[in-house]
């Protein structure tokens, strides 16, 4: 057990800013992220009937912290000038050149918590896109099985007002961030008040001249099992060597996900079950573009398995390999497919919990063999992490709150990634791996 830092802030002025709070902030962004996932806790005669604020780490201190009570739960990236180094994030750019003084440098400059920033380098200008998409329609006590239980949230995304799409800006000097277009996945006009299709939740773009969207690009995307969304997302890819006019390039998705593809949709294994998530999560990673000679996207399509995609022919996408494993109904076995070290052969996948409280199965993170990517083969699986010895459960099942990985370093990240070391979030704690030779 790690005692609070001797520079910066202390470990007990987190726990009596937790105190203070009702135990509503943490640290640990998994913790954070508790509080506003577990709408629909299901306690085990073994879970603690307390918040445990303890922290436990060993051979690393909280140095600093930003903006201690405002919840920063949303998605970032950073871009660098020179020395400098700014963190973009639910709209705002936060400054870490002094990593132990992040400062705010320009609080709300855009719109958008779901975020892709990248240096076009024919442009020679950083763009940042954001996406927007409709709500979920999540369990409740009251309403345990989501959409199921009540219609009235599939209405309200329905007839939900506003972007389903992503914006394009031009982030070059990030005090003064400049709107460059929006795009609608339905195609329609983004002005609209009333679009169709879900938005966007999950998307990818590398600075190059195509974006990879996560989107149901209309209102028939509508074979989802899981009670927590209405709409069953594919990949669209547009055009954005223009990023102030993006123009369309195609559409993929699996037989079945449309309402006129009935007979399609019988098929699946998952159909009926009202439990898998069948929809795309994780967007279509491309290790390298494709004007430069990429050939391969890699997608977590979460029940539906992980898909490689050949994008030789931008605009037909062609799917040549599927990972999908016999999993149990629940949760979102794939969720983010991890590509950085396609020169060792292989990629890792990582699911997302939904429920507190392990009320579902835990799905794994897979180690996956692409060598030939039309063969997509499981090497391993990582371990399911255990609690330290001194805390007060066996199994962080019982710390309350969602139990699993969620995200890994990004492909974007700055530098290059170890070739034998990885670290994932975790929701409730972190983990790492060592990847062996």
Known sequence: MGKGSKRGITRREILKFG????????????????????????PRPSSLRYLDRNMYRRSADVRAIFEMGRHRGNKMQ???????????????????????????????????????????????????MTG?????????PKWPNGKYDNPDLIKRN??????????????????????????????????????????????????????????????????????VRHYSNGIQIIDVSDPAQPKFVANWWVPGQREDEEEAYKKWREHGDRKSFTTLHG???????????????????????????DLSDIANPKLVGRFYPKVEPGAIPFHTIDV?????????????????DCNEPYQPSWIIDVRDPTRPRPIAQL???????????????????RFGPH?????????KPHSNFTAYTFFLQCRRAVLRP
């Open 19 to 42: 105190a203070a709070t009702g135990g509503a902030m943490a640290a640990s962004q998994g913790l954070v992220n508790v509080a506003w996932a577990n709408r629909h806790p299901a």
């Open 158 to 227: 329905i007839e939900q007002a506003g972007l389903r799409g992503v914006r394009f800006y031009d982030a070059t000097d990030p005090a003064k961030i400049t709107l460059l277009s929006e795009w609608s996945c339905d195609q329609g006009d983004p002005k609209r008040k009333l679009q169709t299709g879900s938005g966007t939740h999950r998307n990818y773009y590398d600075g190059g001249r195509y974006a990879y969207l996560d989107t149901a690009p209309d209102n028939s995307f509508t074979r989802m099992e899981s009670s």
């Open 78 to 128: 950073m871009m660098a000038i020179g020395a400098r180094r700014f963190l973009f994030q639910a709209g705002d750019v936060i400054e870490v050149t002094d990593a132990l003084k992040p400062v705010m440098f320009n609080r709300q400059g855009f719109v958008g918590g779901q975020l892709q920033l990248a240096y076009n380098g024919k442009l020679k200008k950083w763009i940042l």
């Open 407 to 415: 995200n890994p370093p990004h492909l974007k990240a700055p530098g």
């Open 340 to 356: 950085a070290r396609l020169d060792r052969g292989f990629v890792i996948s990582s699911p997302e919990a939904l429920n507190p």
């Open 383 to 401: 371990p399911r992490p255990l609690p330290p010895r001194d805390a007060p459960y066996r199994t962080f099942c019982d710390k309350r709150g």
């Open 283 to 309: 967007p279509t990673y491309v290790p390298q573009k494709i004007e430069d000679g990429g050939r391969y996207g890699f997608s977590a399509y979460s029940a539906l398995g992980m898909m490689v995609h």
């Open 132 to 140: 927007s998409g409709v709500a979920g329609t999540f369990s409740t």
